[in-house]
């Protein structure tokens, strides 16, 4: 259980041992820790804290595991051959540590500037497909194809929880659903031509609903009657795209198969082998659904609980191998998790990274501004472990709204070429 550290003790360094919660009172650039609030883990790092001259280290005991040692009229030299290297070379050390953290600020900011492109011109297609199907359509299937060529371009795919986007539109849900719709894709060894047929699907899947009176979208349940008009989005979405006359075949299947399953238990015709493009879909498309659904009276659920349902409640909908590539997608941790490391650190989980169990990280910090904050990648820092995942609603409202968490999940991806 995360608790914050309320109480702060000055202690001399020489009194530093495994266990402790500290604060290194440095900028950040002048210190060799990823970040400067954590719970020492070994040896090394104080050995690393002796090197750094310090008087005075300031402690926090509820945090810690273990209490201060003795004081020592000097602090102890450091005898583990890999402290030597780190501090010989710690000009070196930082300029890496630097240039691997802009490398991660880059890659977020590609994403963020590609979503803000593909949210302009998917709100403008999604709102206009009612009046000018044709001139909508093309600017979808532009997208699309440009999504697909990036994808199939042969450099590695990451996806990135983006900050909170204000304001409201379809192209929230939409680019969601394609972005992991895409992940999946490429996973799966689809052609260039195959990928831009699902990219095409996912951005319009939901199409239909700009026939739909908005209460009845938003509405928490509805009558028998209602929920047939609901339904009835489906038929709405595929006429609109034939009239836009630039969906493929696998596109419109996506179109009318977004809300069917293997069990047979989903509509509009209760088809039990829907296409595999409309199958990915109509996975990706439930999950974000389960995370952000479209009822404000309805419960949000976190990334890791939205996969739980999917396996333990509705596995038998989908197709397994499907869910199990899903998982692996977003990782353990997914993005929009909060959890907590073995050195007592909190953090929020931005991006899978390359290995489902050490994803990357906004390690929370309440001194410095969240757009600032430092993002670790755990695959770079082998001692890093998550103990656990923390509830929203275990944690004190200002840590929540620092790290705001799911006020609504957006992610886009960036292409990473061999060279990065």
């Known amino acids: ?79 583990a051959p890999a402290v030597a290297p780190r501090i010989e070379h710690r000009d070196t050390f930082q300029e890496e540590k630097k240039a691997r953290l802009q490398a991660q600020k880059d890659s977020a900011r590609r994403a963020e500037r590609g979503w803000e492109n593909a949210a302009k011109q998917t709100r403008e297609a999604l709102t206009g497909l009612n009046q000018n199907p044709r001139m909508a359509g093309q600017l979808l299937a532009k997208l699309s194809t440009e999504t697909a060529e990036k994808i199939s371009s042969g450099g590695e795919i990451l996806i990135h929880l983006l900050g909170d986007k204000k304001g409201e539109g379809p192209q929230f849900h939409a680019l969601n659903v394609m972005t992991l719709s895409m992940i999946l894709g490429k996973s799966m060894k689809l052609s260039e031509g195959e990928l831009s047929d699902l990219a095409l699907g996912a951005l319009a899947h939901d199409v239909g ?47 009318a198969d977004h809300h069917e399953f293997l069990n047979g238990s989903g509509f509009p015709r209760g088809n039990r082998k829907p296409s595999p493009l409309a199958q990915i879909v109509g996975l990706v498309n439930r999950y974000d659904r389960l995370c952000g659904p479209e009822s404000p009276d309805k419960p949000s659920l976190m990334p890791a609980e939205a996969l739980s349902v999917l396996f ?11 869910l199990g590539l899903l998982v692996k997608t977003l990782g353990v941790y997914p993005p929009g998790t909060i959890i907590m490391l073995n050195d007592g650190s909190l953090g929020l989980v931005v991006s899978p990274g390359r290995n489902s169990l050490r994803p990357e990280i906004l390690i929370y910090d309440p001194d410095v501004d969240k757009a600032e904050a430092i993002v670790i990648d755990m695959s770079d820092t082998p001692d890093l472990k998550i103990e656990e995942s923390v509830r929203p609603s275990n944690l004190p409202s200002d840590v929540l709204f620092w790290l705001n968490p799911r006020q609504r999940l957006s992610y886009f991806f960036s292409m990473e070429s061999a060279a990065d």
Do not use: C
């Not at 290194?24 to 090394?44: A, C, G, M, N, V």
């Not at 509705?314 to 397994?320: Q, R, S």
């Open 1 to 79: 259980m995360w608790t914050r550290p309320e109480h702060s003790v000055l202690i001399h360094p020489s009194q530093l041992v495994i266990g402790l919660f500290v604060d290194i009172e440095l900028p950040w650039s002048d210190h060799p820790f990823l970040y400067s609030k954590f719970r020492i883990t070994s040896s090394e790092q104080i050995a690393e804290i002796h090197a750094l001259g310090l008087t005075k280290v300031k402690y926090f005991p509820n945090r810690s595991t273990a209490n201060p040692g003795l004081i020592a009229d000097t602090p102890p030299i450091a005898s």
């Open 209 to 255: 609903k700009a026939r739909i009176p908005p209460h009845l979208l938003k509405a928490k349940t509805r009558a028998k009657h209602e929920e047939d008009f609901y339904r009835a989005h489906v038929q709405y979405g595929l006429e609109l795209a034939r009239e836009a006359d630039v969906f493929s075949i696998g596109s419109l299947s996506i179109i």
């Open 312 to 322: 333990a409640r509705e596995a038998d909908k989908f197709d397994e191998k499907l």
